[in-house]
């Protein structure tokens, strides 16, 4: 069983820091394509950015140059880096995964439905 726990949400002012992290247990994590994604209030789920195996990562428009997604793949282990954070990041954000085989992600970042498994959330709000 896959599970995907989310921590370090938070609120924070507009201008400000945050880190968020995934821990996944229960499959070979390096096998898998991972990403960050949110809901905003009122808003559909959306892709914010994700990486696979070897680091090679994608960024919604959004948030390119400000957030940064990482993983250990030693620690099985999902980042994100929220900086210079926006009122309208405020967002339920989520941890994803798709078992690919290869551990490299094949599609887009819009793909929501791909992914098969999720973490319960984490909030972050931006004021």
Not at 16 to 32: E, I, K, M
Not at 65 to 82: A, P, V, W
């Amino acid at each position: 069983q896959v599970q995907l726990v989310e921590s370090g949400g938070g609120s924070v002012q507009a201008g400000g820091s945050l880190r968020l992290s995934c821990a996944a247990t229960g499959y070979p994590y390096s096998s898998y394509c991972m990403g960050w994604f949110r809901r905003g209030p009122g808003k559909g789920r959306e892709g914010v950015a994700i990486i696979d195996r070897d680091g090679g990562s994608t960024y919604a428009d959004s948030v390119k140059g400000r957030f940064t997604i990482s993983r250990d793949n030693t620690k099985d282990t999902l980042y994100l880096q929220l900086d210079s954070l926006r009122a309208e990041d405020t967002a339920i954000y989520y941890c994803a995964a798709v078992n690919t085989g290869t551990g490299y992600c094949y599609a887009p970042l819009s793909s929501v439905p791909e992914y098969d498994f999720w973490g319960q959330g984490t909030q972050v709000t931006v004021s």
